[in-house]
């Protein structure tokens, strides 16, 4: 029997390829999934905390607020695509005496139902083994001002429930006229109550 020269070049063509195809569908099965180097983890507010310190007379007050929550998208390849933003609600400010909460929530302060909220977004996060550094905008009674937060990168840990969880500690200072809480009266030379506001978060946050 005759066979075909076109048979022929069907067979060894089909015979080259096979291999060529097996070797294709084997690279694409080889190839690893992607997995974003960004992760979203939301405060855990009941395991953080969001206090401040100011001057009064020559001692100092101390407090925090309550009620806030914010989002933490930290990059673990590049940490500058990283991101904080958190809004506090003022009328939850506790220094842990009524009446001067009661009056820290008027207009001569807070002036919380003008203001219900403050805000913080950042604009900027570097980080240098534990060292960090998140700049970001803070509004208060309406008026945005620049800030820079430094403190320490806690590390990022699996939580008892499943979850993973990340942790840091940053504090700042802010001059509070520079937010239009310009209450004060007179003591001396240097005023019943400090401009000077000194800031300390410390939050630890759940992975979404």
Not at 66 to 85: L, R, Y
């Amino acid at each position: 029997m005759r066979i075909s020269p076109l048979f022929v070049a069907a067979l060894a063509l089909s015979l080259s390829s096979a291999p060529l195809v097996a070797q294709q569908t084997a690279g694409t099965k080889a190839i690893p999934a992607v997995t974003p180097a960004a992760t979203t983890y939301v405060i855990d507010t009941v395991h953080s905390e969001l206090s401040f310190r100011i001057r009064h007379l020559l001692g100092r007050v101390a407090g925090n607020f309550g009620d806030w929550e914010g989002t933490i998208v930290m990059d673990s390849v590049n940490p500058a695509n990283s991101s904080v933003n958190v809004t506090i609600r003022t009328a939850s400010i506790d220094t842990r005496v009524p009446a001067r909460d009661a009056h820290l929530r008027t207009n001569d302060f807070f002036a919380v139902d003008s203001f219900p909220t403050m805000t913080f977004k950042s604009t900027s996060v570097s980080r240098e083994g534990r060292h960090l550094r998140i700049a970001g905008d803070l509004t208060i009674r309406g008026r945005t001002k620049p800030v820079v937060l430094s403190g320490t990168y806690e590390g990022r840990f699996p939580d008892p429930w499943g979850k993973m969880r990340t942790a840091f500690i940053a504090s700042t200072t802010i001059n509070r006229q520079d937010f239009g809480v310009a209450f004060n009266g007179p003591f001396l030379d240097i005023g019943q109550i400090g401009d000077e506001v000194w800031i300390e978060i410390a939050v630890e946050a759940v992975q979404l």
